[in-house]
């Protein structure tokens, strides 16, 4: 019988860096998922301005709970603005031009209530009714 041996790795954000920078010459995005300019508005801006959603906060806490942070400094962290207002104004702009709106589109888009999936038409009800008989 074949044995496998589980073998804990606890990665550690700062070390990891240092290896990608010496070994691969590596260049940081500047924050977790800004590789690509979609990605740091979607984290930045589209989910804390329409929903108060904060990943960034997640991500400081993955790095305290590993004790690769400490609270007072993620804290620090959190008191800065994401991005300053001239690098956030280009940011939407490039958005605004990929998704090809208005700047009034753009803001109605961030500023109006969330829509839920039953706002829409879809299955559900089906999908419900298939739940119900298959769970008898």
């Known amino acids: 019988m074949l044995q496998t041996r ?8 700062k070390k990891v860096k240092e290896i990608l920078i010496k070994d691969l010459q590596w260049k940081s995005y500047g924050a977790k998922h800004h590789e690509s300019l979609f990605t740091k508005w979607h984290q930045t801006e589209y989910l804390l301005r329409k929903f108060g959603f904060d990943k960034h906060r997640l991500h400081l806490s993955d790095l305290i709970l590993s004790n690769q942070l400490s609270r007072e400094k993620a804290l620090l962290e959190l008191s800065q603005p994401p991005m300053d207002k001239l690098k956030v104004k280009d ?20 500023t109006d209530n969330p829509r839920n999936f039953s706002d829409y038409p879809n299955n559900q009800k089906l999908l419900n009714l298939y739940a119900l008989f298959r769970s008898k």
């Open 91 to 110: 940011l939407e702009n490039y958005v605004m031009k990929k998704f090809g709106i208005s700047e009034e589109e753009y803001h109605k888009i961030l």
């Open 6 to 13: 589980i073998i804990p790795v606890l990665l550690l954000k």
